[in-house]
């Protein structure tokens, strides 16, 4: 854990996790990167829009044996809506996403295209478009592409593996098994990113120190 | 909790200019005002109006912004959808709750489901689909859902006049529905809720009993029959075997009497024999195995101990044999048994009348010498042993039921069970009656 003053703003800012160079002031929303050299502003976040998700920067839970915390999150949105994806620092540093939208959650980690060895998604990788209803198979699995699509990053907040400001625009595609399991491709240039993960549910994280919104029962979980 | 987030976001209609309240902010895409009916696009900071209405709204059988708990969990109603195939209609309420996501609350005929999307996806076909270990019978297919009117906030673009293809699965109490568009395939289910139930949640008055039945609706004679026919089974059972026990009887006094050689009238006193139930059936069963050629009057005399009320009965055993020209012939039974029909609780004795007789063949004269069984005619039964003969008395109880008893029990027993299940072959045959597939739901469980 290390601590800074924020260039910007002079508040103190903190990195909790060593191998995340992004951080968002949260006073002065600047985006702020760790280098060798010290620690620069990248950009200007925007304001979060109002929502009720039920996750906030502290919520902790455990998923697969091991226990989490959100440090961090990037809202993104396309054409037809928006979701936030939390990132959350794992025990012995690992981090995952946990992903939000349309009520339901979803707990993915990246891996290496190399390691997957698909074809399909070499290709979508290397720039072709994502066809929704193609197939992927990824570890014996075959997972269908359920969506593919342009998304923006309307806004982010704490600790972040890269620097997203609002604006910044990918190209995202979903896939899906029957079994639960989820999948996403994010591609940006030459450059492309898998996650893979599957649906979960509050209460299979153990969430706790969720956020409380007014008028509602704060689940008890963990 | 001071520092709870706030729950909703008002924004005002574009079009009327009416309060509008944003319970799903982040989460919502498009809202239909509840005043005006409008589409509005809300999925951006800057709320848009994309269809524009002037029209009185819809009044709801639930207003937007009820809550009420299903499951041990509370929900909010934030949109109302209005849908039909070929004529169908039906609606549909989007629930949600911020921690718990959203769910559906259906209404068709007046029954009401909960319903909600699935992330894993069923497996099999038309021969049946299959989902977390449960079996679904398909029902119908290849319809067309189009949403008729639409109000309050959704997770996607909706509109008037949107169209789905739907194939719908189920099984008692669930249905398994697929809705494809032409840009994905989701999978819904949804669990029918007792008009109890959903009275007590959101305070509508359910009808409970929609007719035809919902495809999914359970027979309500169900749970009665499941339980019915095992207690029919088990009574039946336990019938049969009393049935079989109580003809054998249970022996309250048993014993011999000895009977004269000079045929005069005996009487013996026994006892006590106890009879414990309110009523019950005795019988008296002797047996005189000397006995032949001859006959045993016995009348029996009951006494209640108590108040000397008696009861009497009686019954001869006879046994005679000989030779003819067809050879060796007998007739007649050593024993004998007499019953009393309805005997009540008390300490008895039995009182035992009974004589010894010999029969004499009139047609064969002592002194016929040339008769065949000649010296048979001076054979007295009565005298034959070294011992006196004896009659073996044995006091049976024999339970109360008859034949007659028995079949009325069994009456009683399927008579409720036959009636059931005539109605639940009804109830089923007219929930099948509108699938697409005959046959279809059939219960295998």
């Given at each position: 854990m290390l601590t800074l003053d924020?260039?910007?703003?002079?508040a103190p800012v903190t990195f909790?996790?060593?191998?995340?160079p992004n951080r968002v002031c949260d006073h002065c929303r600047s985006m702020l990167v760790r280098s060798d050299a010290g620690v620069g502003v990248a950009g200007q976040e925007a304001a979060l829009p109002f929502d009720v998700s039920p996750i906030q920067i502290g919520t902790r839970g455990r998923f697969a044996g091991a226990s989490f915390e959100v440090i961090g999150r990037v809202r993104w949105s396309w054409t037809d809506g928006s979701w936030n994806e939390w990132l959350c620092l794992f025990e012995g540093g690992r981090h995952g996403w946990l992903g939000e939208a349309m009520g339901d959650f979803m707990m993915t980690f990246e891996r290496p295209l190399a390691e997957i060895g698909s074809a399909e998604l070499d290709r979508i990788a290397r720039g072709a478009p994502a066809i929704p209803g193609r197939k992927a198979e990824i570890d014996d699995e075959e997972l269908t592409i359920a969506d593919a699509r342009e998304v923006s990053c309307i806004a982010a907040e704490g600790e972040l593996p890269f620097t997203a400001l609002p604006g910044w625009t990918i190209y995202s595609v979903d896939l899906k098994a029957g079994s639960g399991r989820a999948a996403s491709l994010q591609r940006e240039g030459n450059e492309a990113w898998f996650y893979d993960g599957r649906y979960v549910t509050l209460a299979d994280l153990g969430a706790t120190n969720l956020r409380a919104i007014e008028g509602w029962t704060v689940p008890r979980y963990g | 909790m001071a520092d709870a987030a706030p729950a909703a976001r008002a924004l005002s209609c574009p079009n009327c200019g009416g309060t509008i309240t944003l319970r799903a902010a982040g989460h919502s895409v498009t809202v239909a005002c509840e005043y005006c009916a409008s589409i509005l696009d809300v999925s951006q900071p800057e709320v848009r109006l994309v269809t524009r209405y002037n029209e009185k709204a819809s009044r709801l059988a639930i207003p937007l912004g009820t809550r009420g708990t299903l499951d041990g969990t509370e929900w909010e109603t934030v949109g109302w959808m209005a849908r039909e195939d070929s004529g169908y209609p039906w609606q549909e309420f989007l629930l949600f709750n911020p921690y718990h996501g959203y769910r559906w609350l259906i209404e068709q005929r007046g029954g009401w489901s909960l319903g909600e999307q699935l992330n894993v996806t069923p497996t099999g076909g038309w021969g049946g689909v299959t989902v977390d270990g449960e079996r679904y019978q398909p029902f119908f297919a290849e319809g067309r859902a189009v949403v008729t009117d639409v109000v309050g906030e959704f997770y996607w673009r909706v509109k008037r006049g949107d169209s789905v293809r739907t194939d719908d699965w189920v099984r008692p109490g669930e249905m398994l529905s697929r809705e494809v568009d032409d840009r994905e395939v989701s999978w819904s289910r949804s669990r029918y809720l007792p008009a109890a139930e959903i009275a007590a949640a959101f305070g509508v008055s359910a009808q409970g009993k929609p007719w035809p039945p919902l495809p999914h609706q359970p027979s309500p004679v169900r749970p009665f029959l499941k339980g019915a026919i095992v207690i029919a089974l088990l009574a039946l059972a336990a019938l049969i075997v009393g049935a079989v026990l109580t003809t054998g009887g249970r022996t309250l006094w048993q014993g011999s009497v000895d009977i004269a050689a000079d045929g005069r009238d005996q009487e013996v006193t026994v006892g006590p024999i106890e009879l414990t139930r309110p009523y019950q059936r005795v019988r008296v069963v002797a047996e005189v195995?000397?006995?032949?050629?001859g006959w045993v009057d016995l009348d029996y005399t009951l006494v209640d101990?108590?108040?000397?009320?008696s009861f009497t009965a009686s019954k001869a055993a006879e046994r005679y044999s000989g030779r003819d020209s067809d050879g060796d012939w007998s007739e007649g039974d050593r024993g004998a048994t007499a019953d009393f029909a309805a005997l009540p609780s008390g300490t008895y004795d039995l009182v035992v009348d009974y004589k010894g007789n010999n029969w004499v063949?009139?047609?064969?004269?002592?002194?016929?010498?040339?008769?065949?069984g000649a010296e048979e005619q001076t054979s007295d039964w009565r005298r034959g042993g070294i011992n006196a003969p004896q009659a073996n008395l044995r006091v049976v109880s024999r339970g109360g039921a008859g034949f007659g008893i028995f079949f009325l029990m069994l009456l009683l027993i399927l008579l409720p069970l036959g009636v059931a299940l005539i109605f639940h072959a009804q109830f089923e045959s007219a929930r099948r009656g509108e699938s697409d597939f005959t046959g279809a739901g059939d219960e295998d469980d």
């Open positions: 924020c260039p910007n703003c002079g909790r996790s060593a191998s995340l | 195995p000397a006995l032949s050629n101990r108590k108040n000397q009320r063949d009139p047609s064969k004269s002592g002194s016929n010498f040339w008769t065949f």
